[in-house]
């Protein structure tokens, strides 16, 4: 210990002296130098650095007395400026550390100071959105306008856009507004969420399409860039108005700003991030967010400036604030709008297109398109329409609407997309429309839909329709019975369907056979009865009731007897004379080729008050007619 003592005085007064003399670094704590000068002896001798003796070495006095040498030659080597000081030289001494410690005090007290501000303004956003997420709106709105000047930017933006949210949730819609303009009011860029929260408050009952078309177009016409689901919203909003020509003006818009995107090639540096104090979070801007045009070159620039931390790739973060891209909710928008108008050469391009592109695709987007031409093949007036030749986009043969229906089917197969019931409904009723679809393949798919999904009413008025629409009465009975006995039970829409059938394959005859003999009766609705009293009372056969033709006597009989067969039903199950009911026998019963017994027998089943408002629905059908004809 005494040896340990004196080494240690030793070399702090051989630090002192050198550091005086400038021969080594200015300053060598005298309390690290004994540290290490105990901790040295307690540990044996220094260790010695670079490859160990050899065995002819060890033992060789002149090898040691060169290795002193080239110790002794490197401490007189003479240190760059970098390492040492001369106090004496620079007339400075101590007060240069002195002062260089003071500025280090100064910054770090500054920093202290930033980092508590940072953390009250953070406390103060996080408590305004809690009160709006509490749906205390008014509360944050004070909140906010109370620290307003206090906060950044982009704190300001997230906090109006959370309120917005919150006032859109709760269908608020004058506040909301009130609170989107008074944002615009404080030179606030409203970012992606403010948008879209406004947007989706317009497709809220009642609806103000005008409203968000006008906002859309605003912002365009400043150079706002939305992001993808400020773009969906939007679609909802022509969805909600019945607007394709809406649709697809901010489909064009979407693609169109995704075209005019620089792609990852076009970057120079991808592998560093921007540096915390420019980052796009920094601006108030955070994914799906917008950006103005004004500011598209700064956030563009920050991305590619000052840089650090290599795990994230600027370009891909830069993308999420701005991107575009349509995605699987997009398509399926554009291909909802075509609904009301059931432009099918839209949907199919459309659908075209996101077969096409990278996103997952999902049932829904088929099912909207198998919507569309289910609607078109019900809106055309004719076959000669209904079979309106469209050119494939698979192939260069001319296929019909139901064709496409049935290609887009099999694609779907291909891309392993699992139907839902809906896609099911949807495709047996293009199935009656479609030639050369066998019986086969109907009862093949009606199979696999039994296996897919579960069967319930709506399925099976839609299986009802396929079978009746092909005249296969006995297949429609039998399925009939199959599913009852599994507890999925006809309701009143069963019996339109079947009437709608087997009116379209002009087989009338048979659905009132078969409403009769069905076990358990099926409920009929006013609808129902007055389709089937149309169907019959302008029935062809019945013009053949004067013909010296027996075949045609007796077709027109038939005809009669189910008119009254009809009566019959209704009258049994106690379905109400409705005015739709009166009007078609009114115009039925009016013809020249009735029969008196005709019109005997439905007396005696509708009774006289009922032949009273016939007549009287008769009369006034005649004077609107002469009226017509005059003028």
Known sequence: WVWAVFYACSAVMFSRLAAASGLVPVHLPWKSTLLGSVRGLASGPPRRRGPPPRDDQQNNPSYHTREASSVVESFRQPLPPSEYVRPKEAGEGRDSVEKEKGLSKELLQKRTIERKEKSIQARDVRRIQALAAEDKAGEALEALESVRHN??????????????????????WAEAFRTFNQMKKHHLTPNGHAYTAIFNLCTAPPGRVDEAKRIYEMARAKGVLFGTITYNAMLKVAVFGNDLTLALAVFGDMKKQRAQRPSLAETSDTSRVPDDDDTPSRRGLRPGDVVAADQWESVQ???????????????????RYVDSTPDVISYSMVVRACLPVADVLTALRIVEEAEASDCKLDAQLYNNLF????????????????????????STSPTSVAHAALDVWERMGRRGIVPTPHIFDSLLRIVPFTSGFSAQRLEALVAQIEKTVPVDTQILNSIVTAFASRGIADKVAATLHYWADRKVLPDTRTAL?????????????????????????????????SRLLSALLWHPARGGLDSPNPAARRAAEEINNAIVDTLKLMTERKVEVNTVITAVLARGLRKSHTSDALRSRVQELLGDSVMADIAAVA???????SEALFD
């Open 619 to 625: 009369e006034t059908s005649k004077q609107q007619s």
């Open 301 to 319: 620039s920050a991305s590619n400036s000052r840089l650090s931390a290599p795990e994230i790739d600027p370009v891909e973060l830069e993308k």
């Open 371 to 394: 919507l569309v031409i289910a609607r078109w093949l019900t809106k055309v007036d004719t076959p000669a329409k209904r079979d309106t030749v469209l050119q494939d986009f698979n």
């Open 497 to 529: 369907c079947l009437v709608n059938g087997f009116c379209s394959a002009k087989r009338v005859k048979e659905a009132v056979t078969l409403l009769q003999t069905f076990t358990p009766p099926l409920p009929l609705s006013e609808h129902s009865v």
């Open 151 to 172: 906060l950044p930017a982009s704190s300001l933006v997230a906090c109006y856009s959370t309120i917005i949210s919150s006032l859109a949730r709760k269908n608020r």
